[in-house]
Nanobody
């Protein structure tokens, strides 16, 4: 059974940082690209970032480029999202996603002064 468990969310002031983690199990993690998706209140899902199997290729939405960094640890089946220079518009539930439309339960990120 595929399981994705996100953690690391919280409340932070504008300009602050958070590091999200997603622990994966139930599939061969190192064989799959992984993504982060977010959903703000009242809005549809927004793709945020993706990383290839080896971690050598990363992709970002324009809205987060230069502020967020995705990485992965294939030895421990974890994908990360380092978020810096956070803005109020980054407020959302963040989900990690695996191919096959698997999503975790999400972790809330709130950016507010």
């Amino acid at each position: 059974e595929v399981q994705l468990v996100e953690s690391g969310g919280g409340m932070v002031q504008p300009g602050g940082s958070l590091r999200l983690s997603c622990a994966a199990s139930g599939f061969t993690f190192s064989s799959y690209d992984m993504s982060w998706v977010r959903q703000a209140p009242g809005k549809g899902p927004e793709w945020v970032s993706a990383i290839n199997t080896g971690g050598g290729s990363t992709y970002y939405a324009d809205s987060v480029k230069g502020r967020f960094t995705i990485s992965r640890d294939n030895a421990n089946n974890v994908v990360y999202l380092q978020m810096n220079s956070l803005k109020p518009e980054d407020t959302a539930v963040y989900y990690c996603s695996a191919p096959g439309n698997y999503w975790g339960q999400g972790t809330q990120v709130t950016v507010s002064s």
